[in-house]
């Protein structure tokens, strides 16, 4: 088993991954909107392609659970996408004199993109469920995903500064040297630390594939996990391309406040992600299940309440207030789920863990582009009979609803009866 140490190690990988993304998510898409006047959608598009690439993530685990290894996986996945940021970032380069070229280089980047996340990040979370003990998962997410978030801030701030005065070859220049200290930090991250690992697990039963993931899904503890998964994150995503309209539309938010509004949400799932960690492991307080369900409960109250102050005019800071709460019960959520993950994949049939986390994350993924999407849909669409502030408040009452749904079905599948040190197990199913 990990020892902290090694949590750390792995916990670098996600930093990574976290550090490249970021370039093709914010830097990238700004420049395409702004200096090179590109329509929004496009950059929109791409991420959403880059999203659906990552369907392969079961794949990806299978082929890992194969393997016995998952370290060349997470490498090479993690050369796959400092490759495709540097074609993306190429590709900026040359709208402006070839568009057809460029825009056929930015989708084959953004699939690049999105095969790297879902070979490097499946394997690097199966590798954490096999290696971690149940009693250090909840801190061992937390850990994980806390370093994606300062690796995500870190490089945006860094990025920004050593790209200014902006020119394409320093632009081309930064880009290539993320790519490559993120792929020689993982390889250093991951190396030796499967050793004697491989050799405690039993060879599995040589299938393909498609068996493989048919097996996994005939699980009821998987396939329920699944369900799961993609209502809550749903749930989750939605917000996440109304909230600064909102902010705008109805309380009169700048652009500068607005995007401070959103920094305040993210500081709050960072301490909702940190609280988790401290109290279920440091303190062995509550289970993955309670911390699943308090973190969808508080998500919909937060979001009742948003949903309430635009319709009664309240000013701006009490916006401020409940959009931090969100964030809060957010990252309670969200690393509380994580952990469940990381506890349910080896349970069942033996070596799927990848196989599991390969389902999971694709159901993630759905429901990040499916959450976004459908949010600003009905926004625009509810806006055509009702007031701005009445038509953002119904998504968010949605959403709520959703949230509330998801606290319902961890309640109904998740076993409260051995989880109080990090073990979410789901009820044998008929």
């Not at 890992?64 to 540097?86: H, I, K, N, T």
């Not at 409960?297 to 948003?306: D, W």
């Not at 007031?387 to 599948?413: C, H, K, T």
Request: overall charge positive; glycine content about 14%; aromatic content about 8%.
């Amino acid at each position: 088993m990990l020892g902290w140490v090694g949590i750390l190690r792995l916990g670098l990988v996600q930093m990574c991954l976290g550090a490249v993304v970021v370039l093709t998510t914010s830097t990238l898409n700004r420049l395409m909107v702004v200096e090179y006047a590109l329509p929004a959608v496009l950059p929109g598009a791409l991420v959403a392609l880059h999203y659906g690439i990552q369907l392969s993530r079961p794949g990806w685990g299978f082929r890992s659970d194969r393997g016995g290894r998952r370290a060349p996986f997470v490498v090479g996945g993690m050369a796959a996408l400092g490759a495709g940021a540097w074609l993306a970032a190429l590709a900026v380069t040359l709208f402006d004199g070839a568009f057809a070229l460029a825009l056929a280089l930015s989708v084959a980047a953004y699939a690049l993109i999105g095969l790297g996340v879902g070979a490097s990040g499946t394997s690097l979370l199966a590798l954490l469920a096999t290696a971690t003990a149940p009693r250090r998962r909840a801190a061992a997410a937390t850990l994980t995903w806390l370093m994606m978030i300062a690796g995500i801030a870190l490089t945006a701030a860094g990025v920004g500064h050593l790209i200014e005065p902006f020119s394409e070859t320093r632009l081309l220049e930064v880009v290539a040297g993320v790519a490559l200290a993120a792929l020689a930090l993982s390889a250093l991250a991951v190396a030796g630390v499967e050793r004697g690992l491989a050799a405690a697990r039993p060879e599995p039963r040589p299938v393909g594939f498609r068996e493989g993931l048919a097996e996994v899904w005939a699980e009821p503890r998987a396939r329920r996990f699944t369900v799961f998964v993609f209502l809550s994150m749903t749930a989750y995503f939605m917000q996440e391309l109304i909230l600064e309209p909102y902010a705008g539309v109805v309380f009169g938010f700048s652009p500068g406040q607005s995007t401070r509004l959103a920094g305040a949400q993210n500081g709050g799932v960072f301490l909702g992600m940190l609280t988790v960690g401290v109290m279920a492991t440091g303190f062995r307080l509550g289970s993955l299940r309670a911390w699943v369900i308090a973190g969808c409960l508080g998500s919909a109250l937060a979001l009742f309440a948003v949903a309430g102050l635009g319709a009664a005019a309240s000013p701006a800071g009490a916006l401020t207030a409940a959009v931090v709460a969100l964030g809060l019960f957010n990252g309670m959520f969200a690393v509380a789920a994580i952990g469940s993950m990381m506890a349910l994949a080896g349970e069942g049939r033996e070596r799927r863990e990848g196989t599991r986390m390969g389902l999971w994350g694709a159901a993630q993924a759905i429901a990040a582009g499916f959450g976004g999407l459908c949010g600003a849909a009905l926004a625009d669409l509810f806006r055509q009979g009702l007031e701005p502030g009445a038509a953002f408040g119904l998504v968010f009452r949605i959403e709520a609803l959703l949230f509330v749904a998801a606290s319902v079905m961890a309640w109904r599948i998740m076993d409260a009866k051995n989880p109080a040190r990090g073990a979410a197990r789901l009820v044998p199913g008929e």
